[in-house]
């Protein structure tokens, strides 16, 4: 292990952490300033951080906050060795000559109370087996699709993940959109998970400062962006049906998740924390 | 294909129809006969039927009921042709020389609204291909695994499962037990689903009309098992934290049933119908 190759490992990993902090700050702020109709009902949600260790190496923190805003939000981060059983080896790049890997990332997914706000995903990793990459990605689920409700929500995300990757050599928007799209779809519906976002893997245009400055720059993006579209419709009075339709529609979520998210595979298979990883299911669903 | 062999296939087909009309009756019978707290505020469950088409042939009729004992019940069956896609043949018996196949079944999932009577899911089946076989179970699951609560049901369950394998030789039931121990199982969670039953698939002993008892036995079993466990506990008062028990409990029916379950694999990667697939999935699941 070269010793550039260890500062990459420590600064991608401190970059995480930072950014997790600084998520968690901004959601736990928009908890402060809600003003909705039940805002007298309940105090403010809180971030609450849960460390766990990983069996082949390092390990992570779970933090989880169920909020009045945020009915149940998870921002994981972390830091992972291990060998890879051989059945992966194949299928993940660098591992021809050996199993080892590291992995380090930010995972979070929220799910809102509010029908209004749509439910979002965020996820930036860096991995290094005998090649070094990374990936990750966004997107966002509106819990009415098939209403105009957040038309402006989801062209201010495509908007602002477009201008974050059109300022990055190593990303391709174009790209990347189309695989969100294709990525988060469910065949056996025939329906898109919700309105896509960006999805990459396996980002290693050969400049490696400039792939993570591109990682960094999806999370400055995406820290700014979703505080901004939350506080938007947080605080308009919901109607029961809306509610219904929210809850539904997570039903898809979960089956995304469990039937085809690579990442949650790859947790459960390889030893993952199982909370953690499945922090990511929504706190109430209805399969009506 | 043989007279011999058609007549096998309408036998068991009618078979499967005819329990289902059993079977539903006997939970509507339930729904006229609760009388719990709450019963003057919902008038009994009816089941509706839903018939469907298969893309390959044939099709199903999926009968659901949502009532004040049966918060969510789903019977299906169906009888089905088509060819396996090529990755399907080196795993199903039979289809050396063609991908053929002709299957029919009933297939069963009742979630219950009181905590105190446990989830049950039963299935038999018949499969044709190059060869001819039978498969099914039946599993039960409390919702306050941690509890003796239902532990006489437990035990009533299990001892109507052996006396049913015990009269009928192609049945093995200390096998099919731990089949059922070993399929009904989270593996990422280290957690069984729920209480066990039995277990079984490619039962072809060579005596085609003792294997078609079984299946008929198993299905008679079930029709005087499960109504007699029902009516047990139905009427019982419950408290807030075994229903909030049960929502949990049920979020792993779901883990289990996306992650592993291989009916609903199998029914979602040969164009199953949807809903007839996911209607094992419980009406309300929370992840806390």
Known sequence: MSPLEERRKSAASAWFNALRDRICAAFEAIEDDYAGPDAADAAPGRFSRRAWDHAGGGGGVSAVMRGRVFEKVGVNVSTVSGTFPDDFRGRVPGTD???AYWASGISLVAHMRSPRVPAVHMNTRHIVTGEAWFGGGADLTPSLPDTDLNAAEVADFHAALKACCDAHAPADYPRFKKWADD???????????????????????????ADFAFTRALGETFLELFPRLARRRMNEPFAAEE????????GRYVEFNLLYDRGTQFGLQTGGDVEAILMSLPPVVHWP
């Not at 988060?184 to 998970?193: K, M, N, S, T």
């Not at 509610?243 to 997570?250: C, E, F, I, N, Y």
């Open 97 to 99: 000559e050996s199993g």
């Open 183 to 209: 990525y988060f779809y469910l065949p056996h519906r025939g329906e898109a998970r919700g309105a896509g976002g960006i999805f990459y893997d396996n980002l290693a245009s050969g400049d490696w400062e």
């Open 243 to 250: 509610r219904a339709a929210q809850l539904v529609r997570r």
